[in-house]
């Protein structure tokens, strides 16, 4: 397997765009998550996905973030509009279950500015 | 109290000795337990877990746990410069919906 795999690796858009954030799950995880990683905050969980059905969407920041899973192996993660403080690493992660390993893409840096 | 937590670091061991991680979590009755490595720029990737009390060894890497004191530590053996990274402990929570919640994370320096 590829392994979690999110597009585009990195982003820079102008304050205000609409940013849409891609991700292919490991084939076989029921789980998606989708974080936010930075200096400050470190990593905090935004949403996540039980058998593409949102669970717990309460790190979403705000109502300019939405995600969407329409199907087991594709999520996005659209910010609009976006603002130069969304700036950071965003992963998506897929897991088989509850308390089990979750393994990560390879994020998408993104730059508001 | 945040529900797992880490000393940021940076913790700064010479080459050869060894490292010492540490990370406490608030929720009883977590089941399992998993660190995490990240090197600058890169991704989170799993290098342990451990569901169980006491200790569980794989290469220079041990990871260990005691329920009681709610608290789980890694040990590298033999540090390299390699292993300079940072080191994210992740925890299930059950008042979480059971999802792993992750600690700020310690970075650690191994100086040649």
């Known amino acids: 397997d590829a392994g979690v795999i999110q597009s585009p690796r990195h982003e820079v858009t102008e304050m205000g765009q609409e940013v849409t954030l891609r991700c292919k799950p490991i084939s076989g995880h029921d789980y998606l998550f989708w974080y936010r990683q930075t200096m400050m905050r470190g990593l905090e969980l935004l949403i996540y996905f039980n058998n593409n059905v949102p669970i717990d969407d309460s790190g979403m920041p705000e109502d300019r973030f939405s995600a969407k899973m329409p199907n087991a192996s594709f999520s996005t993660l659209k910010i609009q509009p976006s603002e130069p403080r969304d700036s950071a690493v965003y992963f998506c992660?897929?897991?088989?279950?509850?308390?089990?390993?979750?393994?990560f893409g390879q994020g998408t840096r993104l730059t508001v500015v | 109290q945040k529900e797992v937590e880490q000393n940021s670091g940076p913790l700064s061991v010479p080459e050869g000795a060894i490292a010492s991680l540490n990370c406490t979590y608030s929720d009883r009755g977590s089941q399992s337990f998993f660190w995490y490595r990240q090197y600058s720029g890169k991704s989170p990737e799993l290098i342990m877990f451990i569901y169980s009390n006491g200790d569980k060894e794989d290469g220079r890497f041990t990871a260990q746990l005691n329920k009681a004191s709610q608290y789980v530590s890694l040990l590298i053996r033999d540090s390299q410069p390699s292993d300079s990274a940072t080191y994210l402990c992740?925890?299930?929570?059950?008042?979480?919906?059971?999802?792993?919640?992750f600690g700020g994370g310690t970075r650690l320096m191994v100086k040649p």
């Open positions: 992740a925890v299930n929570i059950l008042n979480a919906g059971n999802m792993l919640t």
């Open positions: 992660a897929s897991s088989r279950g509850p308390g089990t390993e979750a393994f």
